[in-house]
């Protein structure tokens, strides 16, 4: 079949350097995976091509790249997949990351962020004669996070990173659970601690594009999300972030629906007057536009059977 | 015509009130017939599940056996709630053990989830029930001189495993 590939191309050297878009239709079979399709452009077509790849069996995540507008491993994909119908494909490089040329990103933000969380096992107490014994049952729910090849998807297409490059990002944050989660290490709290900073845990907006993007089923958004539960019951609760858990869930267990406008007030604090006042604006805001939630908020008609849930599976609301 | 167990979520009675009489609007004329499901809860919109995923799947379980009863698709127009919902009902319909725990718990409701919701978006409706062609022949006022930035909501398509749903431009 033929099929056109638009890449999106930048070259550093060029006298105004730019991206542009390149159009290549080349003859591949249905089979074919994206990489091999671009290592035939670069072979056949266009020398000057630079991509980054190596095992080829989505193992080594060299390959990473947004194919139609989403990252994955360019080895994973097929083209019968990415154009069912013999549709265009646009490769593009990873975003969030600069560029080097072409498809080619510099990774060294998605280092120092994975680095930044401290990726190794810091257990306590003397060294036993053999290796560290672990339950089984307590590394099995590390299995999945341990798949991670560190190939940038996530971190590419992160929704939070595009606006805000300080957040750690998925990636880290789904390193730092496998050794929060790992009983060997002695340092949880202190990692819970600093997971619970700005740029941590609760940076995340839950958009769920790491966990659709990620080539080998990491679910760094589940990871984050577990994490924060693990940080609250470390008692690391009086975060802004935490702080909106409690009184969403507190709200939700009292009338059976969400209170919007008690929510915000409850997050901060009735009496922290600094935030209540720079809610102020954001809620003149909205009566303005009509968009202000009711003063009082009604009862579910059967609200005490959501209450009796929640006396049952949350007791301390 | 094509029926449904409405699910209004809290933000469209709340922060974005001009969301349910639209919705309400469109159906009408598009001849879906909606009976709202005024006794569910709030889905916990992924935020009450950092804390307690146990005590969201029960919520929602509670809101999918009220849409049993009523023998009835649920459609919401929140993308959070129909996200959330459908990975409740994805966690719910995969492990007949978690299922029959969290119906423990909705029994002294006098209620049984039995793994059987249908849960969508109104967007998803008018696209697999009325279709984009029949739609274009409701349209009264064509908005050609706008130019549009939409935001349907993150989990309007994600998580694509739990919601059964391709993207469709």
């Known amino acids: ?317 | 015509m094509p029926k449904y167990a409405f699910f209004p979520g809290c933000v469209s009675r709340g922060g974005c009130p001009e969301l349910y009489p639209a919705a309400m609007q469109v159906c009408e004329k598009l001849e879906i017939e909606l009976e709202e499901l005024t006794g569910a809860s709030c889905t916990g919109a992924g935020v009450l599940q950092e804390k307690n995923q146990l005590l969201g799947d029960v919520l929602n379980a509670r809101t999918f056996a009220m849409a049993e009863v009523a023998g009835l698709p649920i459609m919401t127009i929140c993308s959070t709630c129909q996200g959330v919902m459908s990975q409740a009902n994805k966690r719910l319909k995969d492990d007949p053990e978690y299922l029959a725990k969290v119906n423990t718990h909705l029994a002294e409701e006098s209620l049984e989830y039995n793994g059987t919701a249908v849960i969508k978006h109104l967007l998803w409706v008018i696209i697999e029930d009325v279709g984009l062609e029949a739609l274009r022949g409701h349209i009264t006022n064509p908005l050609t001189h706008l130019r549009v930035a939409p935001f349907y909501g993150c989990y309007i398509l994600r998580p694509s495993d739990a919601l059964g749903f391709d993207e469709n431009p």
């Open chain 1, 1 to 317: 079949m033929e099929v056109t590939v638009k890449v999106k191309r930048f070259n550093p050297e060029a006298e105004n350097p730019a991206p542009y878009w390149a159009e290549y239709p080349v003859e591949v079979e249905r089979f074919t995976t994206v990489l091999d399709t671009l290592i035939k452009i670069r072979e056949e077509v266009d020398g000057s091509l630079a991509l980054r790849c190596s095992c080829r069996s989505a193992i080594c995540g060299s390959c990473a790249m947004r194919v139609n507008g989403h990252a994955g491993l360019a080895c994973k994909m097929r083209v019968s997949q990415v154009s069912p119908e013999g549709e265009a494909i646009t490769v593009e490089p990873m975003g969030v990351m600069p560029v080097v040329k072409d498809l080619v990103v510099d990774m060294t933000p998605f280092w120092d962020k994975v680095r930044a969380v401290e990726p190794w096992l810091q257990p306590q107490g003397p060294e036993p004669e053999a290796e560290y014994l672990a339950p089984n049952e307590d590394m099995l729910h590390l299995a999945g996070v341990m798949d991670c090849i560190m190939c940038g998807a996530c971190v590419s297409d992160c929704t939070v990173l595009e606006v805000d490059p300080n957040f750690l990002g998925p990636a880290a944050l789904a390193k730092a659970y496998r050794f929060v989660g790992d009983p060997r290490d002695s340092q949880d709290d202190a990692r819970l601690q600093a997971l619970s900073e700005y740029t941590g845990i609760w940076d995340c907006t839950r958009c769920y594009e790491c966990v659709e993007v990620c080539p080998k089923g990491v679910a760094p958004m589940d990871r984050i999300m577990a994490l924060r539960d693990k940080a609250m019951v470390a008692g690391y609760d009086k975060t802004i972030g935490a702080r909106h858990t409690d009184a969403f869930t507190e709200l939700v267990g009292h009338s059976g629906w969400l209170d919007e406008l008690r929510l915000p007030i409850k997050t901060v604090g009735m009496f922290n007057l600094p935030a209540m006042l720079s809610l102020a604006p954001v809620g003149l805001r909205a009566l303005l536009k009509g968009k202000m939630p009711p003063i009082f908020h009604k009862m579910l008609p059967n609200v005490e059977s959501v209450r009796r849930i929640f006396r049952k599976l949350e007791p301390e609301e």
